[in-house]
């Protein structure tokens, strides 16, 4: 028992960095109608690019979060067009194709991970690595390492930035009119096209910059991708496709059960709950928690 | 067509029957009785995938259901092997009932991703349990007997293929599935029921490759999660089948036979480079679907038919004009 | 008068916050016509989605030849005899035409051959025989909505749903449509149609229902609806707008 306000924090602290994994996923579903199934292998590269960045430049890898970013937002904003191509193809079915598409990418960067990087795990050294805060209460004890901390006010940042971006700019009310319908989106002068290629920019970016803070809080490995991939699913699904506003819960509610599993159950059963309420949930309400999925 | 299905296929079987009496190389029967095995997964992928419009990324875990059931009948219950083995494909399509019945009601996309979970869960499922032995895996006992495998292989193989012809080109559950796949929601107007359709599928594709896992699992005599049950078997299958062409028997036939005999030269030749099979696979699925989105068999079909097509536009609007001038 | 063969009793629907249909009945007697008219987002599509079997009424009842059918999935509803077309349509596009209406065909044939009999038969009466063996994508639009009927002909229903068969297409089409909608009435059919044609839907329909923001509006004949000021309004409000 006196474990469990432990479990509970860490809970939240984790459930943080799956927000910003499933929010810019959901948000790329929302508008592209498209699962990418590579998005555990961009934060494996986003991962390993905060690693040896941090290696060369000696920076520390909060600083360098913008890097980060703007290199793989690129990348996003340039391998988008060939999404684009295969969605719009008039030939076979297209939403399958996008989904085999992005499969094969997966599966591809993993192959060139493994090659590049090897079967290694390491860990990003940062100046939050050390260091914790530690409170006790009517009998309780709490230990906060600062690296999560920095982590959960990463999350919060990245989701008030993009909440701010969705709500209160032109671009924002692009990206949402064409969630809610691509061809009167269309008319109304938003050009799919270039927001697609943005919003995938701004997921990719994203996704990479959560991937150097998994790399510093937790490991970077090549074979870390799906895992992540299974945990992105597993709060979209949960939050209800393209439901934003769910995410937040959905993801805590993931770290959470990771976190009980981890202090009271086995570990590697950990998956295999995870599936399991997984597999409740699109049995029971397949609309996610909120029945608002599209 | 139905004599020239009997022309092509016939003079194959037989030749197929008639190999193991002319080759005697132990590897190269071991190659052949693979590559049927291939033929067989993708087949089976294509059901679901081209015909119905889901994709099963969890493919490799109905395979190693096969596997693991057939094993455990045969070791822990001490079953014969002729018994366990139609069990494997039981548990394999009550498995797929299982994982249909949340995640059928639903759009493609959920299919996808549950599926693929599926396939980690059931990884890990075998990973921690006692009656799988864990990572280390299961051994059984050897039959020593390469022509058997061979045949049943075949047999197995040909009957699923038979059968996938005569349900999916020859009666009406094929064209009501492919009228599931173009427009669900419009099919529902012409009477029938999506959810049913796609399930009836999703069990047709699990049962054979329930059953190739078992035949699987008895001829290389051992199992284990990583090798029986990883992502190779879904990627491989994914790729024959998109490589070949979805939503034919030929397709998946071509791509299983192109996909397989290159896997086997790249293992003969480049074993040092394992990890570059798995981009080259990543790669020809990418690329398949951006500029083969037909597959190899569907795009020279396709060139085929969209002459006989253009002839047909053209002729019919020869034939309107007087007509709508008439009017 | 004999039990009508469709009653539509005080049907609601909403999503969400918005109530696209509230509070609507009426009748529909065997063998007549019903025309459902409204101007743009009165809720007649959505109306149709409910009888069909494709949304479930929010509250209300849909009672089809004495039996209630409210939230009955649409395949059941097509076995019960309820044929539909859709607005937008949307052929079986990878498929050849032939192919479309033989899918429709096996409710009443579940044997290829004969459901392959049956759509021919149903390909001569509307028309489509020339094509039968084109790709459906490749029609026009024409070809579409006449394709469109054919599906919920071959069903053999007793009662049908019309959504927009007519609008887009030219005069000449257009006429050979409604030539082919009497014809089905002269067989004993009972249809229900939503057209934005007036000229069409004034001259076929034995009786209108006019919607105006979900709402019914008025109900009557061509002459006694269009005198109506309610509908005047409606229609003139729109125009003004």
């Known amino acids: ?294 | 067509m139905k004599d020239k299905s009997i022309r092509w296929g016939l003079p194959i079987l037989l030749v197929l029957i008639a190999m193991p009496a002319v080759i005697h190389d132990a590897f190269f029967l071991r190659v052949i009785t693979e590559a049927i095995m291939w033929i067989g997964l993708a087949l089976a992928f294509d059901v679901l995938a081209g015909y119905t419009g889901y994709l099963n990324f969890g493919h490799g875990a109905f395979f190693g259901l096969g596997a693991y059931t057939t094993a455990i009948l045969m070791m822990q219950a001490h079953w014969p092997f002729a018994l366990a083995l139609p069990m494997g494909g039981v548990l394999a399509g009550v498995g797929a009932f299982v994982a249909g019945l949340p995640t059928l009601r639903l759009k493609g996309a959920y299919f996808a991703i549950a599926t693929w979970a599926l396939s980690r869960a059931v990884q890990q499922l075998a990973l921690i349990m006692d009656i799988t032995g864990g990572p280390d895996g299961m051994r059984l006992p050897s039959f020593l007997n390469p022509q058997f495998f061979y045949y049943l292989m075949l047999a197995i193989v040909s009957v699923t293929f038979a059968l996938l012809w005569f349900l999916l080109e020859r009666s009406p559950f094929g064209l009501k599935l492919k009228a599931i796949r173009e427009d669900d929601q419009g099919a529902m107007a012409l009477g029938l029921n999506p959810t049913k359709l796609k399930m009836q599928a999703f069990i047709l594709s699990a049962v054979p490759t329930g059953i190739l896992g078992g035949v699987y699992a008895y001829w290389i005599t051992f199992i284990d999660p990583a090798s029986t049950l990883g992502d190779l078997v879904s990627d491989q299958a994914l790729v024959m089948v998109v490589f070949g062409g979805m939503g034919t028997l030929i397709g998946p036939v071509i791509g299983a036979l192109l996909i397989f005999a290159f896997k086997t030269l790249f293992w003969a030749y480049l074993s040092d480079f394992q990890l570059l099979y798995l981009i080259i696979l990543g790669a020809v699925i990418a690329l398949s679907v951006v500029f083969i989105p037909n597959g190899l068999w569907g795009t020279l079909r396709g060139l085929r038919f969209q002459k006989k097509d253009d002839e047909k536009k053209d002729e019919g609007l020869a034939a309107k004009l007087p007509q709508s001038e008439g009017d | 008068m004999a039990e009508p063969i469709l009653k539509v009793n005080s049907v609601t629907k909403c999503f969400g916050g918005l109530t696209a249909v509230n509070d609507v009945s009426f009748q529909v007697q065997q063998g007549e016509i019903v025309g459902l008219l409204g101007p743009n987002g009165a809720g007649k599509t959505t109306l149709f989605n409910v009888i069909s079997g494709y949304f479930a009424p929010t509250s209300g009842t849909i009672i089809f030849k004495g039996l209630d059918i409210s939230g009955k999935p649409p395949y059941k509803l097509a076995a019960r005899g309820i044929g539909r077309t859709f607005q937008v349509v949307k052929p079986f596009a990878g498929l050849t035409v032939l192919e479309n209406i033989i899918i429709a065909s096996f409710l009443r044939y579940p044997k290829q051959a004969d459901a392959k009999r049956h759509a021919w038969q149903i390909l001569e009466n509307t028309g489509l025989a020339d094509r039968a063996d084109v790709s459906a994508a490749s029609l026009t639009l024409a070809g579409r909505k006449r394709l469109e009927i054919g599906k919920a002909l071959a069903l053999e229903p007793t009662f049908l749903l019309l959504d927009e068969v007519v609008a887009g297409l030219n005069p000449t089409e257009a006429d050979k449509t409604v030539e082919l909608i009497l014809e089905l009435k002269k067989q004993g059919m009972t249809i229900l149609i939503v057209e934005h044609i007036m000229r069409v839907i004034m001259n076929i329909s034995d009786r209108l229902v006019v919607l105006n923001f979900g709402e019914k509006i008025a109900e009557g004949t061509a002459a006694e609806v269009a005198r109506n000021p309610l509908v005047i309004e409606a229609y003139l409000g729109e125009a003004a707008a």
Not at chain 1, 43 to 57: Q, R
Not at chain 1, 95 to 118: D, E, H, K, P
Not at chain 1, 161 to 169: E, N, S
């Open chain 1, 1 to 294: 028992m006196e474990l469990l306000p432990q479990a509970l924090m860490d809970g939240i602290l984790l459930g943080g960095i799956y927000i910003t994994i499933a929010i810019a996923f959901s948000l790329t579903y929302g508008v592209m109608h498209i699962i990418d199934f590579a998005v555990g292998e961009w934060i494996m590269f986003g991962a390993f690019a905060g690693y040896y960045l941090n290696k060369w430049t000696g920076l520390d890898p909060f600083l360098l979060l913008p890097v980060v970013f703007i290199i793989f937002a690129l990348i996003g904003y340039l391998v988008q067009p060939v999404i684009h191509r295969v969605l719009s193809g008039n030939k076979g079915n297209p939403l399958l194709m996008g989904l085999v598409f992005t499969f094969g990418l997966g599966i591809m960067f993993q192959g060139i991970a493994l090659t590049v990087f090897g079967f290694y795990s390491n860990s990003t050294p940062s100046m939050f690595s050390e260091g914790s805060f530690f409170f006790e209460k009517f009998g309780f004890s709490l230990t906060i390492s600062s690296i999560r901390l920095a982590g959960l006010i990463y999350a919060l940042a990245i989701t008030a930035a993009l909440h701010y971006l969705l709500k209160k700019t032109n671009f924002g009310l692009g990206v949402r009119a064409l969630a809610l319908n691509r061809d009167s989106a269309g008319l109304m002068g938003v050009n799919g096209k270039q927001t697609g290629s943005l919003v995938y920019g701004l997921y990719v970016g994203v996704s990479a910059m959560t991937g150097v803070l998994i790399g510093c809080i937790l490991s970077v490995s090549a074979q870390m991708g799906p895992e992540y991939t299974i945990f992105a699913f597993f709060v979209v699904v949960l939050a209800g496709m393209g439901y934003l506003a769910g995410v937040p819960w959905a993801a805590l509610l993931l770290g959470m059960v990771q976190s009980i599993f981890l202090i009271y159950f086995n570990p590697g059963h950990t998956l295999l709950a995870v599936f399991a309420i997984l597999y409740i949930i699109l049995l029971i309400s397949p609309r996610g928690l909120f029945g608002r999925g599209v």
